[in-house]
């Protein structure tokens, strides 16, 4: 084990926007960054080798690649603090360790997140990963909070740019934070809300999640399931290709510093639909 590492260090720069999904290709991911794009999150809880990113870097100058998120119940911190190691030896400053506690109905392991969480974080300390290299998946005011004292700060998923204001209100000026938010291409509200509930379903059973909608105003009503349309135009963004950067920025008004943009379609038109939203969002 190392000492332990200083706090100190500069504040991410992912540029204002990435893009978010899983099973990137390295193909993928250079025609990502020649779009503008500062990043791309891979999500999934990826198993703690993290094998699948130097490929990434390698194809890329400066694009960054981070991890929403290693799940901290299936990936040990040893393994994954070798990993960021390793990867950060290659390719310096360009690797983005995000971490969380996952979902209490998704493993039997799962007793006290907080502690969980903290004790993670005290080990990747004690195997020397950076805390300006790495974030939090963080939803609630105390994740919030422990994001910012033990990390770069947060990276919420599913949210709304009014979380986000208030996640920068808990967070302070100096953390990063990083709030994920999904689109549809379609000015089809119909089309858009049926894609975004066949995305959102497995959310709308999991207690984190709803826990987090009812504090942003839901109710219970509009919360079960398929999801009530106030709900759905919330968390996903859809219409003309101005309308959904608008919302996007959105988050970027509320204090956010990086937006990671997860498109709802298929991986063959993953890379048409963020060359459509480029220009609009300042990137082409």
Known sequence: MTEKPSTAGPKPDLGRFGSFG???TPAQAAEIEALGYGAVWVGGSPPAELEWVEPILEATTTLQVA???VNIWAAAPGPVAESFHRIESAYPGRFLLGIGVGHREATSEYRKPMDALTDYLDKLDSYGVPRHRRVVAALGPRVLRLS???SAGAHPYLTT?????????ILGPEAFLAPEHKVVLTTDAQQARAVGREALDIY???????NNFKRLGFTEAELARPGADRFIDAVVAYGTVDAIAARLKEHLDAGADHVPVQVLTTPDKLVPALAELAGPLGLA
């Open 22 to 24: 899983r099973g990137v």
């Open 67 to 69: 991890t929403g998120i």
């Open 148 to 150: 910012a004292e033990r």
């Open 161 to 169: 740019p009014e979380h986000t204001a208030g996640a920068r209100e």
């Open 204 to 210: 709308l059973g999991l207690t984190n999640y709803l």
